[in-house]
Nanobody, 117 residues
Framework: QLKLVESGGGLVQAGGSVRLSCAAS????????MGWYRQAPGKQRELVAT???????NAAASVKGRFTVSRDNAKNTVYLKMNSLKPEDTAVYYC???????????WGQGTQVTVSS
C-alpha cells in the first residue's frame, strides 16, 4: 500500500515562509497529479496547488504569486513553498496523489501550518 508522508509544517509569523514536503513510498505508475489541499477549522477542504507528472501546475487564486508547487519525480516527492504567509493560510495541509482518470487516489495524514499575526 502506497503511503504519503508530509513534513515541514509548524508555526510561522505573518509574512514568513515555510516549505512543505510530501514523499510517496513505493513506486508511482503512469501519468499522475500530486498536490496540496488545505482545510481550515469549520471550512471545507480546498485545493491549494497541484502539479502533474509532466510539470503542469495549477493553483488557487488566493495563493498565486505566493505559493509555488514543485516535484522531484526521481524521489516521488512534491513540495509546496509558501511565501508571504497570512493568518488566513492557517490550516491543515494535505498531500494528494491521483492517478490519471482516478486510477488511484491517495491522501497524506496532514500537517498543520499556523500563521500568527
Amino acid at each position: 500500500q502506497l503511503k504519503l508522508v508530509e513534513s515541514g509544517g509548524g508555526l510561522v509569523q505573518a509574512g514568513g515562509s515555510v516549505r512543505l514536503s510530501c514523499a510517496a513510498s513505493g513506486s508511482i505508475f503512469g501519468i499522475n497529479t500530486m498536490g496540496w489541499y488545505r482545510q481550515a477549522p469549520g471550512k471545507q477542504r480546498e485545493l491549494v496547488a497541484t502539479i502533474t507528472s509532466v510539470g503542469i501546475t495549477n493553483a488557487a487564486a488566493s495563493v498565486k504569486g505566493r505559493f509555488t508547487v514543485s516535484r522531484d519525480n526521481a524521489k516521488n516527492t512534491v513540495y509546496l513553498k509558501m511565501n508571504s504567509l497570512k493568518p488566513e493560510d492557517t490550516a491543515v495541509y494535505y498531500c494528494r496523489l491521483q492517478g490519471r482518470l482516478a486510477a488511484y487516489d491517495y491522501w497524506g495524514q496532514g500537517t498543520q501550518v499556523t500563521v500568527s499575526s
